[in-house]
């Protein structure tokens, strides 16, 4: 439907989006503001057609798609205004020291470049075309190319066609946000590899995240290349409160799998139990809703494929069994709730039951004792985040688990489900590889804006000639750290 | 001397500084700032001896030497103090809204594990084995693993026990610091690649270091490697301030160019001037001054035969005339310092004219105009420092080059020299690539311990069991991040 980008497009998008960097980056804050809320505001009132696109591209539901709009509209507003309130440019000052022949010192942010972005299959507004990547990328003052997911581009082109309106309403150079088709994998690397290219995020599987950082780093100049590329979330069940509360988490944790088809990032894959009797009342909680939960048709058939041959592929292992699946008739399209159990023994002894099977299946591993539980957490990989079941007195005489838990994750839950990432300042949507490329950074949150800036220090140049957030007066009132004090004062 | 070490020792070494980071990743941040004073006070009170090793190991003069252990000492302390002042941890606090079913979430760092430090050759004391990356790993909460630099061995098993000796005294796990030898690459291999290294810090060549990145990309899991490569820190300069104050900058920059004969990341290599005549009294200044310096030994005589052959190939590109070479008698062991012209026009079609020439030696650029100089700014790559000369309405009139300047440079100074690098918070000595691997961070200055650090978000935790830096009462009297307000109010 849509043609692929030619490698002389590329090109030429690039070299225009690099011609308007020099213009964005010039910005003021507050212009960057506005362009996002009017992004915001014409996407908060694009109407129906978009969402029923949506829907026939994605086979999410309306009501699903619409909040995730909100969710899109609402990032932009609060990633815009983070922007503008100036406190990410961590700016630092110090004033000359004629006694320490120190000279002036200040530090602010500037943007990287050009950003290319690639959207996920599985939020085709929040993660996709103006969610939080291209927020964060415009918020610091980057100009976004987006190549469309194929498995939702004319949702992808109605969305790119409401931030070329906006872009065109403040006034900016159109090249600010490109929107780029591509199936071949040609399209990506060409993107990834051209020298004007100088960040790139992406969200979605472990091999294609992998694969553009490869590309990043196989450059003649190195970019960060961002990748969010999915987790297993492992649960820990503590005894006391599992045997507690089951009927009340169990059916948490039957939502949480097979809410969205099982398709988010967050998903809890891996539930880790004692196998002492006290995980019994919540396994036969959960096995009933699971049964009962109804198949749904999963984001595209690929991705309906390969949950069903790595889910089969887990059930296989040794020692693996079915404990749930659901009952209600399904067909091919469709991913079919299951969990399963194994031991933990088993589990340590095989790696494959550590990928990320991608839908509404989850592995239940029963370890003997609390030593075991500790060895199946040091085993795991990175993840954007671990849970943990548990009375506060439970968690507090098992700090060791907690501990190690702490080094595999970005977030760590307490007494809840992984789903769910609310857009907070104090949001960490990244965490150790694999489950991201640079655990050092966020992509949700306006934290996340950080990986398209980096900083510049000026030294002796006189007050006037300043960027306006380091000059003497503090016009913008920004905090700044002047002397090794955080302050709004003016010098 | 030092036997290499072998593939088991470095893997003890590395599983044993792996349990030290398990303990200390958990010690308070006053405990941290004791460790790091109490190096700096022993580094502080070292005596002569060991400046006699490195004047010995080095050939630097002992002012200097005695000098840069200071600064050491400064870096250590300042450092420290910074991490235990805790604005770097970057605290965020979301509380929960149960109007809008958002849960608690709090946001602090958490260090990222053993850190490989590789020292540099040109500063034994402030970038090596106790040195500003040592430090910020300190700071962060990182046990350190040092590979001494083969050129100064001696000298780093001297500051390695004094940091042993400073790590006994604290009564911290032995293994919070480890000093080993290697001459060969294997060693450097071994390390970078060891499963349990999570970051690298390197000082040194583009050649090295990149390899070091290379390697630290192709591993199972890839970690971060902040490697500074040096730069060629181009000064632009403007006809006006050049030609008043021509006596004066070039007595600066004949110093800039020569002093520790030319051994510094930030020497000016590149000097670029419009050829009006304006230069004219620059350029004779600094002849003289040139022709009248000794040349000196250089760290070692791989360094100094490097710079020869270097220097000679730059002389011998197309267009290059040598404008000054010292007239003082040398050896073969000892920097020859030179100054040469070549013309925009040729510099430009000339990428080897690009590189480093480590040592006392500057190349000089003609242009014939404004669009020009503008042309030499946009074919440099990524530096640590660019510079320019010019007075306030010059720079006014010229936004435009400043533009193109601050695209490729990490610190941007006015009327200065790049040589000399203010340890302090608002420093920034890091660029884009091939200066740093990292442009987003900084090696000098406490905002360089964010290399070593990840962010960590705890979801629904009791406020007890959180970190205390975390905790409503705010007990450590730290800035954070309240609901979007920056405070160090008590919740």
Redesign the interface.
């Known amino acids: 439907m849509f043609k692929d980008t030619t490698p002389e497009e590329i090109d030429k998008a690039m070299h225009e989006a690099w011609d308007a960097y020099?213009i964005y980056k010039?910005t003021s804050l507050k212009e960057r503001n506005r362009l996002m809320h009017t992004i915001a505001d014409l996407l908060e009132n694009s109407g129906e057609e978009i969402i029923h696109t949506a829907m026939e591209e994605t086979h999410l539901p309306e009501a699903r798609l619409k909040g995730e709009r909100a969710r899109t509209v609402l990032q932009l507003r609060q990633y815009g205004d983070a922007a503008e309130?100036g406190?990410w440019l961590?700016l630092?000052?110090?004033t000359a020291d004629e006694k320490s022949n120190?000279?002036d010192?200040?530090?602010t942010k500037?943007a990287?470049?050009p950003v290319v972005v690639f959207g996920s299959s599985n939020f085709p507004f929040a993660y996709s075309t103006a969610g939080g990547d291209t927020a964060c990328a415009l918020a610091a003052g980057c100009p976004v190319i987006v190549k469309a997911h194929p498995a939702h581009a004319k949702t992808s082109q109605m969305v790119a066609d409401i931030i070329s309106k906006a872009v065109e309403k403040v006034k900016l150079p159109k090249a600010v946000f490109t929107h780029l088709h591509g199936i071949s994998f040609d399209v990506s690397k060409a993107l990834v590899m051209h020298p004007l290219t100088k960040a790139v995020g992406f969200t979605g599987s472990l091999s294609g995240g992998k694969q553009l950082?490869?590309w990043g780093?196989q450059r003649e100049?190195?970019i960060?290349v961002f990748s969010e590329m999915g987790s297993t979330n492992p649960v820990f069940l503590l005894p006391g409160k599992i045997k507690s509360d089951a009927e009340e988490i169990a059916r948490q944790y039957a939502g949480s799998i097979t809410n969205g088809v099982g398709q988010f990032c967050t998903k809890p894959g891996l539930i880790i139990a004692i196998d002492d009797g006290s995980v019994d009342g919540f396994k036969e909680i959960l096995k009933e809703k699971i049964e009962n939960t109804a198949a749904q048709k999963m984001l595209h058939a690929g991705i309906a494929k390969a949950f069903a041959q790595k889910k089969e592929k887990a059930l296989q292992q040794k020692g693996v069994s079915v404990m749930a699946a659901t009952t209600v008739e399904t067909d091919i399209s469709e991913g079919q709730p299951a969990v399963a159990t194994v031991s933990a023994k088993e589990f340590i002894k095989n790696q494959l039951l550590r990928d990320e099977v991608f839908g509404p299946f989850s592995l239940i591993i029963l370890c003997k004792d609390f030593k075991e539980m500790a060895d199946v957490a040091s085993v795991l990989?990175?993840q954007l985040t671990a849970t943990i079941i548990g009375n506060?007195e439970e968690?507090?005489q098992h700090r060791d688990l907690c501990?190690k838990i702490?080094?595999i994750?970005?977030?760590?839950?307490?007494?809840?489900v992984p789903t769910g990432v609310?857009v907070?300042?104090?949001?960490?949507h990244?965490g150790?590889?694999?489950a991201t490329?640079?655990?050092?950074f966020?992509s949700v949150g306006s934290?996340g804006i950080?990986r398209f800036?980096?900083?510049?220090?000026?030294?002796?140049?006189?007050n006037?000639?300043l960027p306006e957030e380091l000059q003497n007066e503090n016009p913008l009132h920004f905090?700044r750290?002047v002397n090794?004090k955080?302050t709004k004062d003016a010098i």
């Open positions: 020099l010039k309130e406190s961590d630092r000052i110090n120190y000279p010192v200040r530090k500037v990287l470049g950082f490869d780093n100049e190195p960060p990989k990175g506060e968690v507090k501990d702490e080094n994750c970005g977030r760590f839950i307490l007494n809840g609310t907070c300042t104090a949001m960490q990244g150790p590889f694999p490329t640079d655990s050092r966020t934290d950080s800036v980096r900083p510049i220090a000026f030294q002796n140049w006189p006037k000639l905090w750290t090794g955080m």
